[in-house]
């Protein structure tokens, strides 16, 4: 059996960030293109929206057995039949009770909260996980997990000399590495930690340019 056919189908590589490769000897490495980086930098890629399985259908399940047991109790007084003791009670309260009661109260409140928390789905596109890319092709829309990108990124921190341990956070808008050198001067460190995870966030190619911010500190003691 060959190495390939032992590799499992459903394995997943994690995306990697290849290094510029060296210019040749006598050759000098060519600026970045200023028209391009500014390009990339002002694609605002909106966000990926949620399909928002869950709220749509418990709602639509509220609503249908709210509806239906509606028409069933509606029917049944129609044909002559008493109305249920629910609906009964309930116009009885509507009738005696006053708007300022406490309970009237706390059930417009209720009706208030999930009316805005409706809205509010309704309104924002939610998938506040995944970074959307810079396009790439015309009609191929692209996202990134942020997970994924703080590991690749941790990755890359780890390579630079004199760094002992990373801890990556990569947020909406920035992206905060926090390192532990035990060698070295921490200015360099942070200013190779800069230079690499700068490097890094350019290749994973974000729609919105992503702050960085880079605390580097010494091991404590024991």
Known sequence: MSDDDAELPDTRRLPTLDKTPDAPAGTTPSAPDTAAT???????????????????AVVALLLLAAAGLLLYDVAAVRADRPAMAWRRRLAHELATRH???????????????????????AVTPGLRQVLPMR????????????AAAALVLRDRAME?????????KVSRRKAKAHAVSHFRELDEVRADLEAALGEGLRQLGPARRLGLTVDVRRPKKR
């Not at 990339?40 to 709220?55: E, I, L, M, N, Q």
């Not at 109260?105 to 009316?115: D, I, M, N, S």
């Open 38 to 56: 500014s390009a990339a930098d002002d694609d605002r890629t909106g966000r990926f929206w949620s399909d928002r399985r869950v709220p749509a």
């Open 135 to 146: 396009h790439g092709a015309p009609d191929v829309r692209s996202g990134l997990d942020r």
């Open 160 to 168: 630079v000399a004199g760094v002992q341990s990373v801890r990556m």
């Open 99 to 121: 708007l300022d009661n406490p309970w009237v109260l706390g059930a417009a409140a209720v009706a208030v909260v999930l009316g805005i928390w409706l809205i509010v789905l």
